[in-house]
């Protein structure tokens, strides 16, 4: 059975730093490529990053380039999700959730089969 469990959510002060994690079981988290996607109270989805299964090239959204940054540590199946300079702008429960291949399609969530139930994170003062 396959499982991705997010954490690390929280209340954070605009312009503080959080990092999230996404742990797997049943997969190995360098088995395929592997996104995260946030959605915030009244909006649709959004893909922020996904990073390729063997080079580990990333993408990430224009919203969050230069200020969120993704990592893998294949020895504790969990990626990570460093998230710097936060605006309440990023509010929203972040997930994390694994492509049928190995190499990302843009930020896309049509190829994502396995998706963890999310971790909230509220940017407020």
């Known amino acids: 059975q396959v499982q991705l469990v997010e954490s690390g959510g929280g209340l954070v002060q605009p312009g503080g730093s959080l990092r999230l994690s996404c742990v797997t079981s049943g997969i190995r988290v360098d088995d395929r490529a592997i996104g995260w996607f946030r959605q915030a109270p009244g909006k649709e989805r959004e893909g922020i990053s996904c990073m390729n299964k063997m080079d580990r090239n990333t993408n990430y959204a224009e919203s969050v380039k230069g200020r969120f940054a993704v990592s893998r540590d294949n020895a504790r199946n969990t990626v990570y999700l460093q998230m710097n300079s936060l605006n309440p702008e990023d509010t929203a429960v972040y997930y994390c959730?694994?492509?049928?291949?190995?190499?990302?399609?843009?930020?896309?969530?049509?190829?994502?089969?396995?998706w963890g139930e999310g971790t909230l994170l509220t940017v407020s003062s």
């Open positions: 959730a694994t492509d049928t291949l190995s190499n990302c399609r843009g930020l896309a969530d049509r190829g994502m089969d396995y």
